[in-house]
């Protein structure tokens, strides 16, 4: 006996029924809540100042040592190589401002 329309709309509407969206959800919003605003404000804030440091040395290939594990440093790196940023970092102190050339946004989307 072939099944009826309705019968088939139900069984496509209990395979969509069984995804969960709460999780995809949170997602989104934890996305939204994340990334909104995070150009703002355009100081430097708290330990930016060391690693947007290390970060401009990684760029323009100066020799460096630092005690801590270098991976944090490299993925600012890579954010900041990856928008073009060619590591001419003038800031040097925690409220400095940060010059337009510096994309702030990229460099603090990698925590």
């Given at each position: 006996?072939?099944?009826?329309?309705?019968?088939?709309?139900?069984?496509?509407?209990?395979?969509?029924?069984?995804?969960?969206l709460h999780p995809i959800l949170l997602t989104c919003l934890s996305m939204l809540t994340r990334f909104w605003r995070l150009d703002e404000p355009r100081y430097v804030v708290f330990d930016e100042?060391?690693?947007?440091?290390?970060?401009?040395?990684?760029?323009?290939?100066?020799?460096?040592?630092?005690?801590?594990?270098?991976?944090?440093?490299?993925?600012?790196?890579?954010?900041?190589?990856?928008?073009?940023?060619?590591?001419?970092?003038?800031?040097?102190?925690?409220?400095?401002?940060?010059?337009?050339?510096?994309?702030?946004?990229?460099?603090?989307?990698?925590?």
């Open positions: 006996m072939p099944a009826t329309r309705s019968s088939q709309l139900s069984s496509i509407m209990a395979c969509y029924s069984s995804v969960d100042v060391y690693y947007s440091m290390f970060s401009s040395y990684y760029l323009t290939h100066k020799f460096f040592f630092d005690q801590n594990p270098p991976l944090m440093k490299l993925l600012m790196a890579a954010a900041g190589f990856a928008v073009g940023y060619d590591g001419q970092n003038t800031v040097s102190r925690i409220g400095d401002e940060y010059p337009e050339t510096v994309p702030v946004f990229y460099l603090r989307f990698i925590p």
